[in-house]
Each structure stands twice: as C-alpha cells, then as structure tokens.
C-alpha cells in the first residue's frame, strides 16, 4: 500500500430538516390546534483514531464528505428523524488542521475516541411549538439550521518512541529489522527506504517500545533535495533520536563529517528536533578490522566533540544490540514517567546519559 501522510478534504455536517405547519382535522373535532412536528437534526462528522489504518491514502482519492440532512417535520405530532452521523476513521497519530486559517482542530492520539469535526444544523421548529394561551392558531414555523461545512486538511505524524536518523545507506533499515519486528525493504544502494516503517522492539517480558526508520536525509535536506525532509515531521513526537553513522561507507567519505551534516540539517529544519535527546548509534563497525576499531571510535567521539552516549554495533551482524536496546527501553520508559499523557514531551526531554557501550567482538 502507498505511504500518504498528507490530503485535504472537504467536509460537511447535514443542515436540519424543516418545521411543519399543519392544524389537526378529524370529524366532530373543529379546533384541533397545531399539529406541525419539528424538524430532525442533520447528522455530524467525527474522525476517529484507528489502529488498524496506517496512511492517509483512502483521503487521498475521496475528497468530498457529507453527512446526510435531517427530515422535515410532519403533521400528527410526527418529528423529523435525525440523520446518520459519519464517522471518518483515520491512523492515530493524525493532526486535523483548518486549511484557511492552519488551526489544529484535533489531534487523533487515543484508538477509537470520537473527535467532532462538524456539527449538523438544529431541526427548524413546526408549529406546535408556536402554541401558546395567546395564539391558539400559530401559522410560523422555521427552517432547519444549516451544518458546518469546512475544508480541512490532514497530517499524519507517526507514534513511535524512537527515530532513527542517518544518511542513505548508514544501515537503519537493516538496524530496526534486527531489533523489532518490521520487514523494511533492505539493498546495497541509497535511498532504499522510501517511507517511515514502524517496528516494535521487545526489550524483556512487558516491556517493549516503538521505533522508527525514515528515510535517509542528505546535505540540504532543509532547502528540499532528498526525501527526508519530507518526514522529519514524524520525528516531532519522539522521545528519543538515534544518529545512525557509516562507520564503513563504501565511498570512503569522512564519518564525522557526514554525522555534521546531520546535525546541521536537523537544526536547519526545527530547533525542537534538534533539542531533542539524541544518542549516536556506531554502525557496520564488523567491516572495520578488529586492532583499528578502538582508534576509530576514540577520534570519531573527540573530532565530533561528542559528549552524548555512543553505541558501537553492527545491525548486520547483531553484535552490540541488547545492551544498546536496553539502555533504550529505560530511557523511554523514565520519560514516560516523567511526562503525563496529554502532555507533549518533545520540548522537555532530557537524555538519560548511560555509559558508552563498547562493540562486543566475540
């Protein structure tokens, strides 16, 4: 199934049905009165978070959605009936937004709670409800109320614990298939990974966490080339980053380099990002002969000027994982002590610094 990530629909809430004039008639009954009942309300538009939903595109291609009209009143006493409310069921996560003013109209975080995006138009009033000791007759009654419409637009911004960042090829698609269960699309060549994959990690017996792989971001990523740019967004509710470096690149670039490039595009794109905790990830170091790792490692961390937590691991070969996947599971698991639920946690997090972990050569 095609990734999508944003739309823009129109939406429409039924406009209530109208009020009836009607006067009861029946034999040896010469003044029944009113009898006009009122009009139905129109039907409502909510959205809904749904597990089971992953991508926007069904929104893609349906860009018109109306709820139906509340009946008109009737004689007899008989009220319209009220519409259907519809109900548009969309991947937690998503952020409904007024597409003229750019207003947050809902946050869709919670599986299966009801959002109210548009709301139907009142039934008009027959005239029965007129009645009164002073006007016996009532000939007024009302229309119904018109529905909201709005035009909306819609961004998914993913739910997971941790992202990883990287360049092309650093080795995060290879790195989330080993530590969790998701099955992202794995090759010798840049640019592999078109768009976020999403894996739980199983750390111990109830004690789990959801990871991210986005694309590979490139040096002016924050002016458009590439395609990571495109989903940094889905990093925002994060707790946690993971700068995965190439500690290996097949065209001999200068890792330290490469994470500086990152780094400043990162801080290009959002401040909050890159305020954001952010542990380096040493990946691929099984191609780096075993007497030269240690050297690597020691100017990589002093040219780069990096006092965060480091890792050194090799996905493909899972050495270095556990501790690496551990250390992770409590960091996420503080934060989330730390920060109650409706709080968003992306401007106050503070990384918990645990020691570097070696890379394990047995």
């Not at 998701?182 to 990974?193: E, G, V, W």
């Not at 990096?306 to 250390?327: H, N, T, Y």
Request: hydrophobic share 40%; proline share 6%; glycine share 10%.
């Amino acid at each position: 199934m095609k990734f999508v990530d944003e739309a823009t629909i129109d939406i429409a809430a039924g406009d209530g049905g109208a009020g009836c004039m009607s006067f009861r008639r029946e034999k040896f009954i010469p003044f029944g009165g009113p009898n006009g009942g009122d009009g139905g309300r129109g039907g409502n538009v909510f959205a809904v978070a749904d597990r089971n939903i992953n991508t926007l595109i069904d929104y893609r291609y349906a860009r018109r959605h109306e709820a139906r009209n509340g009946e008109a009143g009737r004689g007899s006493d008989q009220f319209g009936a009220a519409a259907e409310d519809i109900v548009l069921r969309m991947p937690v996560g998503t952020i409904v937004r007024d597409f003229e003013t750019d207003e947050v109209l809902a946050e869709l975080l919670d599986p299966d709670v009801k959002t109210l995006l548009a709301k139907g138009g009142d039934g008009g009033f027959g005239n029965m409800h007129f009645k009164s000791s002073t006007n016996r007759a009532p000939r007024q009654k009302t229309p119904g109320w018109p529905g909201e419409a709005k035009k909306i637009k819609l961004e998914l911004r993913v739910l997971a614990d941790v992202g990883l960042l990287g360049l092309p090829n650093a080795g995060k698609s290879t790195l989330i298939a080993s530590i969790s269960n998701a099955r992202p699309k794995i090759a010798d060549y840049p640019f592999t990974t078109l768009h976020p994959n999403l894996g739980v990690v199983r750390a111990g017996p109830e004690r789990s966490f959801v990871v991210a792989d986005l694309p590979g971001l490139i040096e002016g990523a924050a002016e458009g080339a590439g395609l990571g740019h495109l989903f940094l967004r889905h990093l925002q509710r994060t707790r946690l980053l993971l700068h995965v470096v190439d500690m290996a690149a097949f065209d001999g670039g200068d890792p330290v380099a490469q994470a500086k490039a990152i780094i400043q595009e990162l801080r290009k794109y959002d401040e909050s990002l890159y305020q954001k905790p952010r542990w380096i990830v040493l990946n691929k170091l099984d191609m780096v002969p075993a007497d030269e790792r240690a050297a690597l490692v020691k100017d990589f961390i002093k040219r780069l000027r990096w006092k965060g937590p480091v890792f050194q691991i090799s996905a493909l070969a899972r050495e270095g994982l556990d501790p690496m996947v551990q250390a992770i599971y409590e960091h996420v698991a503080a934060q989330k002590v730390q920060a109650p639920a409706e709080v968003d946690p992306r401007f106050d997090a503070k990384p918990v610094a645990p020691a570097p972990v070696g890379f394990d050569d047995d």
